[in-house]
């Protein structure tokens, strides 16, 4: 079956840089778009950063544009996220997702979920 297992997340300081990383097993890795979602405290799930499944373009929340970057590399499997300039709203589980189809990067858009690593930035 897919899994999709994140690791990477931490206590960080703000201004400081964590890098995200989500290894998938069980898919043609190449044929599925990829995204990074996060859900704070009392908060719904929300959208961060997305990379589409071939000569990839890439796609990030406005709050996050500037700071963050996504990667993937087909040939591990994987797919990162780094996040730098950390800011304590940045503080949320972060989740990444997997998707054959598009377009959306809505979380109900998603097929397959990891099960989140946790991030949080002090002031």
């Known amino acids: 079956q897919v899994q999709l297992v994140e690791s990477g997340g931490g206590l960080v300081q703000a201004g400081g840089s964590l890098r995200l990383s989500c290894a998938a097993s069980?898919?043609?890795?190449?044929?599925?778009?990829l995204g990074w979602f996060r859900q704070a405290p009392g908060k719904e799930r929300e959208f961060v950063a997305g990379?589409?499944?071939?000569?990839?373009?890439?796609y990030y929340a406005d709050s996050v544009k500037g700071r963050f970057t996504i990667s993937r590399d087909n040939a591990k499997n994987t797919v990162y996220l780094q996040m730098n300039n950390l800011k304590p709203e940045d503080t949320a589980v972060y989740y990444c997702?997997?998707?054959?189809?598009?377009?959306?990067?809505?979380?109900?858009?998603?097929?397959?979920w990891g099960k989140g690593t946790l991030v949080t930035v002090s002031s």
């Open positions: 990379i589409s499944w071939s000569n990839p373009n890439t």
């Open positions: 997702a997997a998707d054959r189809y598009g377009p959306r990067w809505v979380p109900n858009a998603m097929a397959y």
């Open positions: 069980g898919l043609t890795f190449s044929s599925y778009r």
